[in-house]
């Protein structure tokens, strides 16, 4: 079993709709949650993190964890052309060993 | 502010030989991370340095070391190269605030083992 796990897309959806990117970790210890996103050709960059249960909203992105069923999910509302890119869904047990899931590749289209 | 730099950005080997990459981390940042990248397998951990210790390691060979300096900056070695090991190798710092933070990474040094 992969530490981290996510769905490999691609995921494609329409312009102004709602995308919807899960992921599942194995380690029960872990404390720190984070949405990386990459775009072709670029390094990963932070649009997300989340510490406890919950949502936690910035902007067009929500951000949700549920750590008894070791669950991750990020919700990005209106979606654009522009949020087309590989997200990353990261864990890391608080010890600065953060594992990144393969990522999964979402289009949006006009 | 200057980002993470990475050197050199491209580079190509042969089987069995070796190579250094280099990391400058953001001025301020005592961790950096070392990454391993590639289509299948996505990115792979391979190790994380802290004023010079190294306090975590990845999964990957003994061929496969680093180590970082007293200014931060950070190397990683891999020896008797393999075609396996062509992949885009990202390096990343942190600041230190109690929690694991942010991620920076740089751009990558790209390596094709031939």
């Known amino acids: 079993q992969k530490e981290v796990e996510q769905n490999s897309g691609p995921l494609s959806v329409p312009e102004g709709a709602i995308a919807s990117l899960n992921c599942t970790y194995s380690d029960r210890v872990s404390q720190s949650f984070f949405w990386y996103r990459q775009y072709s050709g670029k390094s990963p960059e932070l649009i997300m993190s989340?510490?406890?249960?919950g949502d936690k909203e910035d902007g067009r992105f929500t951000a949700q964890l549920n750590k008894a069923s070791q669950y991750v999910s990020l919700l990005i509302r209106d979606s654009q052309p522009s949020d087309s890119a590989t997200y990353l869904c990261a864990v890391t047990r608080g010890n600065n060993d953060m594992r990144f899931g393969a990522g999964t590749r979402l289009t949006v289209k006009p | 502010k200057a980002g993470v730099t990475q050197t050199p950005r491209y580079l190509i080997k042969t089987r069995g030989q070796q190579v250094t990459l280099s990391c400058s981390p953001i001025?301020?940042?005592?961790?950096v991370s070392w990454y391993q990248q590639t289509p299948g397998q996505g990115l792979q951990f391979l190790f994380e340095?802290?004023?010079?210790?190294?306090?975590n390691k990845g999964n990957f060979p003994g061929r496969f070391s680093g180590r970082q300096f007293s200014n931060s900056r950070s190397e990683m070695n891999v020896s008797t190269l393999e075609l396996g090991d062509s992949a885009l190798y990202l390096c990343a710092s942190q600041s230190w605030s109690g929690r694991t933070g942010e991620l920076f990474f740089g751009e990558g040094s790209r390596l094709t083992v031939l």
């Open positions: 989340i510490y406890s249960n």
């Open positions: 001025s301020g940042h005592r961790s």
């Open positions: 340095y802290f004023s010079e210790t190294q306090r």
